[in-house]
Nanobody
Framework: QGQLVESGGGLVQPGGSLRLSCAAS????????MGWYRQAPGKQRGLVAT???????NYADSVKGRFTISRDNGKNMVYLQMNSLKPEDTAIYYC?????????WGQGTQVTVSS
């Protein structure tokens, strides 16, 4: 069984920045993609950004130009740099890893954008 641990969430003012990290451990092998999803109160969980092993990225339209996903394949880490944060970015952010025959989710980290 694999484990994902997110960190880096918190409270930030509009226009501010945060960097989320996700560490994958345990039965993690042959990773195909890693990514971030978020769920705001009363809404469904949705895509924020994903990145493949070869570095191909995909972003939700709402975060393009503001968020950047990156990964360290050697350390099984994925990051999300979030700039120009808006109140509507407030949500629980979840890390997701897809590998050969498995999908793992982290427990989530809260991001709150408020003045």
């Amino acid at each position: 069984q694999g484990q994902l641990v997110e960190s880096g969430g918190g409270l930030v003012q509009p226009g501010g920045s945060l960097r989320l990290s996700c560490a994958a451990s345990g039965s993690i092998f042959s990773i195909n993609s890693m990514g971030w999803y978020r769920q705001a109160p009363g809404k469904q969980r949705g895509l924020v950004a994903t990145i493949t092993t070869l570095g191909r990225t995909n972003y939700a339209d709402s975060v393009k130009g503001r968020f950047t996903i990156s990964r360290d394949n050697g350390k099984n880490m994925v990051y999300l740099q979030m700039n120009s944060l808006k109140p509507e970015d407030t949500a629980i952010y979840y890390c997701k890893v897809i590998g050969s025959g498995y999908v793992y989710w982290g427990q989530g980290t809260q991001v709150t954008v408020s003045s």
